[in-house]
């Protein structure tokens, strides 16, 4: 895994309380290849008006601010690589929904608990495990399906619509659960009395998991994946419950799983017609990079992926997993070794490429693994594919080449200046060649957007004190009022 640097107006309550309390109840599904009728058109009619109570200003604000503020407190994976992939994935996903045309975002959390969120505007966030653990590309869009369904069927407004939240108290304890994915330890932090508003919240779920399952198994048919993934995922799930109710899925703790959703789920399925044969060469590529990148135990990962090929499994995403897990516990020798011969096999492939030069900087062969990069950017940069422009500016940053960096990390801002690594990654560079105005600047970007919103105001007042433009003191000083305002409505939580 690439070597990264270390990173005014009151929303209501209630609807700030919906979103935490969805978000730490998130669930998944499953899905398939467009139906030529669907039996189960129909979705359940639960009696909403939930559009009158969240607009779409609000929920595009509403969402920003929970991401921001999740990411405090969660391991966001900053990869490009394996962000780009969810967000190919779930964009493809979106086009056949309603939202269609709509700009939804996709993330990544560092976790090995099997569980995904969303919240309002069209943020999607699932953990690392529903990647790696998932067996078929198939299981893993029936997860995106189902929440991008949770977002078109306004389901965090349904909450604000029968719940009964008026506590500031409730806030800070549904955040954490969303934190820890766990709806026990929101009714801790909340106490016996108040549990019961935790429960009422949950209770909705079973209505809208049903709606979302729905809505995902057509929305995955239309996408070109496999329907019947959908049982099989929930079956394995509660089978793995079964075998260990104390390492059951976070998923099956925090939503029950019952044998009625699989059997419904299984009847649904039938309606589609047999999916079509998928290539999985992206998804097994991107599955191996989580699984050798993320794993706690390196030479577990490692033995993993050598065990497939001893038996004969010798396909790229296994070597190239296990080429780059032994990159990452340290053996960079025979990872150089095995790499070339990967490279020489698949000459194009970038994500081989990508994983061969940061090897070659992480055993400190500076100049080689700059010079592959380099050579790599400007082949891809050629052809239109900025894929590798963060990871050589990451790897310019991280050797002392900020000048060369600069511009590249500005480019790669323009096309998401949302992605908080980009701004801490230009403070950086900026820094070190002397300009701290700019510096400091960018680190306000990369604490607001982070969650950290004192040190976020502190890094924009620096900015501003070393300022003589009178443009850019104005600018600065509308940035300190905004973020200024949103802390004192979040200091009231």
Not at 278 to 286: N, P, T
Not at 419 to 434: C, D, N, S
């Amino acid at each position: 895994m690439t070597a990264y640097l270390t990173p005014k107006k009151r929303i209501k309550t209630v609807l700030l309380s919906a979103v935490i309390a969805f978000a730490s109840s998130g669930s998944l599904s499953i899905g398939t290849v467009q139906a030529q009728v669907d039996n189960f058109d129909q979705l359940p009619d639960l009696g909403s008006n939930a559009a009158n109570f969240l607009s779409d200003f609000e929920a595009e604000q509403l969402g920003k601010s929970f991401i921001r503020q999740s990411r405090y407190r969660l391991p966001y994976v900053s990869d490009p690589e394996l962000v780009g992939y969810i967000n190919r994935l779930g964009n493809r996903l979106l086009e056949v929904s309603d939202d269609a045309g709509k700009e939804y975002n996709f993330y990544l959390i560092d976790n090995n608990a099997i569980n995904a969120f969303a919240v309002p505007g069209g943020h999607i966030a699932m953990h690392t495990a529903i990647l790696t653990k998932s067996e078929s590309e198939s299981e893993l869009a029936s997860v995106v399906a189902h929440e991008i369904a949770h977002v078109t069927q306004s389901h965090i407004s349904r909450k604000f619509e029968n719940s009964q939240y008026d506590s500031w108290l409730a806030i800070g304890a549904l955040l954490a659960a969303a934190a820890s994915g766990s709806a026990q330890a929101a009714q801790a932090a909340l106490g016996v009395s108040q549990a019961s508003i935790i429960d009422r919240q949950l209770s909705y779920s079973r209505a809208y998991e049903t709606e979302a399952d729905a809505l995902g198994i057509r929305l995955l048919s239309r996408a070109g994946f496999d329907p019947s993934a959908m049982p099989v995922f929930f079956k394995r799930l509660l089978t793995e419950s079964r075998i260990s109710e104390s390492h059951a899925p976070e998923f099956i703790r925090s939503h029950p799983l019952t044998i009625n959703r699989i059997s419904e789920s299984a009847e649904r399925v039938r309606a589609y017609p047999q999916a079509q044969k998928q290539d999985e060469s992206e998804f097994l590529l991107m599955q191996a990079k989580a699984i050798a990148g993320y794993a706690k135990d390196k030479a577990a990962a490692r033995d993993r992926f050598h065990e497939q090929i001893k038996l004969g499994k010798d396909t790229l995403a296994n070597r190239y997993g296990y080429g780059m897990a032994l990159a990452e516990n340290g053996e960079f020798e025979k990872a150089r070794a095995f790499l070339n011969r990967l490279q020489r096999d698949y000459p194009d492939n970038v994500s081989v490429a990508l994983v061969r030069a940061d090897n070659e900087l992480n055993a400190g062969n500076i100049d080689e693994g700059l010079a592959q990069l380099k050579k790599l950017y400007d082949t891809q940069n050629a052809i239109g594919n900025n894929l590798v422009d963060i990871y050589y500016a990451n790897a310019l940053v991280l050797t002392e080449r900020n000048r060369e960096a600069i511009p590249i990390i500005q480019a790669a801002l323009k096309n998401d200046n949302s992605e908080p690594y980009f701004h801490i990654l230009l403070a950086r560079a900026y820094g070190k060649t002397g300009d701290n105005l700019r510096s400091y600047h960018a680190r306000g970007e990369y604490h607001y957007l982070s969650g950290n919103y004192n040190f976020a105001i502190q890094q924009y007042k620096r900015a501003f004190r070393l300022t003589t433009s009178e443009y850019e003191r104005a600018r600065l000083a509308a940035r300190i009022e905004a973020v200024e305002d949103e802390l004192e409505i979040i200091s009231k939580l």
